[in-house]
């Protein structure tokens, strides 16, 4: 649904150049809610205005429901036809939600309705409808300032879906507001998604919405996408940042000479008792240092660091064992006592 081939921003501004975006590959299919996650300065915001074309990108194309809107003319406000009318297809949600303060919350919903060319009757209409389906339909009158900040994204969102988008972007939608009201938000985006059949693309710094809404998922470093996949096919990458992030699982081993592993779980493995098992069939006592189990997707996925006596070499039979029943086993090289501080100091600095 949206595919980016090879796609570059280069901003110039005071003679200096910054590479935003240094050949990102997207690839989000019909249909999906992928969330792409990076620290700031990573190139997200970019990206997502490079792919509505708010922002012309330096090469590469860009191609939403099968339309290169690379290949349509003009920019910014002096886009073309062509592209405003590609672009009125595409939904927008901002983080600061962007309401006109002068303007009721229907006003503000029938707004690019107003650009589209709809009748006052066919607006109201529409405006209406799309309150219900965010559940604000009794603040149609209100005015900006007197709602909460989870409604004024309702009617950001209800904005958004107004020229019937097939495809939704949001950029950190949900990062100026509370633990809850983001809950309730990506409730709504998820119910959006699979009534409606919308394709959403999210830029998040949160760990826990990627885990709560999104099917697939891509870590952006330094302009490029440094992993992408769907969840469980990040799960099952080893060495995977971004799943170490969303399962992160702690925890040091009591003695270095003893063997450490990561062991993920999903799809059916996660319903088997194959640890009690592995301490049966070798007589080994495993402990368990840490674990994270979720649902995702209804999925059941997890991953846990357990601690085995003896050195690897001496493991490589219980190892086998866990790999032979589906599980991925990674070894964890545990870090010289002086080096734990440090290892700490580095998990910390994660994703933002
Ligand atoms: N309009 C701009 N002009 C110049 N540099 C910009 C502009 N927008 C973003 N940048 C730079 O591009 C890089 C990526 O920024 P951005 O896409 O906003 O990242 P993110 O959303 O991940 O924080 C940063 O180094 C930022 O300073
Ligand atoms: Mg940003």
């Keep these: 649904m949206i595919t980016t081939t090879d796609l570059r921003k280069v901003y110039r501004s005071h003679g200096r150049e910054v590479t935003a975006l240094d050949g990102v590959d997207l690839h989000v299919r019909e249909g999906e809610v992928y969330g792409v ?28 429901d099968g339309l290169d809107l690379t290949a349509l003319g003009g920019r910014g406000v002096r886009a073309g036809r062509e592209l405003r009318r590609a672009r009125s297809r595409i939904g927008m949600v901002f983080q600061h939600f962007n309401l006109l303060s ?36 009794d603040k149609a009158g209100a005015y900006p300032a007197q709602l909460s900040g989870g409604q004024k994204q309702r009617v950001g969102i209800a904005r958004a879906l107004a020229g019937e988008p097939k495809v939704l ?43 709560t809404v999104c099917d697939s998922a891509a870590l952006m470093r330094g302009g490029r996408v440094a992993e992408s996949g769907t969840v469980a096919e990040l799960l099952a990458t080893p060495g995977s940042q971004l799943a170490r992030e969303l399962f992160p699982v702690g925890g040091a081993a009591s003695t270095p000479h003893d063997t450490v592993v990561d062991v993920t779980f999903h799809g059916d493995t996660a319903a088997q008792p194959v640890i009690s098992q592995l301490a049966r069939t070798y007589n080994v ?68």
């Design 37 to 64: 996650v990076g620290r700031s300065g990573a190139g997200k915001s970019s990206l997502i205005r490079c792919v509505n074309l708010l922002e012309r990108p330096t090469s590469g194309t860009v191609t939403v």
């Design 102 to 137: 002068s303007r009721t919350v229907q006003d503000n919903v029938e707004l690019p309705l107003e650009i589209l060319g709809l009748t006052r009757a066919a607006r109201a209409r529409r405006a209406r409808e799309l309150l219900d389906l965010v559940g604000l339909f």
């Design 169 to 211: 972007l949001s950029d950190e939608a949900t990062s100026a507001l509370d633990p809850q009201t983001t809950r309730s938000i990506l409730t709504l985006l998820r119910d959006l998604n699979r009534r409606l059949g919308l394709t959403v693309l999210l830029i998040t710094h949160e760990m826990d919405v990627v885990k």
């Design 285 to 352: 006592d495993v402990s368990i240092l840490g674990a994270a189990m979720d649902t995702v997707g209804g999925r059941q996925i997890g991953r846990m660091r357990i601690q085995l006596p003896g050195a690897y070499e001496e493991n490589v039979v219980p190892v086998g064992f866990l790999r032979e029943r589906g599980l991925q086993v990674e070894h964890v090289v545990q870090a010289a006592p002086e080096h734990v501080a440090q290892a700490a100091a580095e998990q910390k600095e994660t994703v933002r």
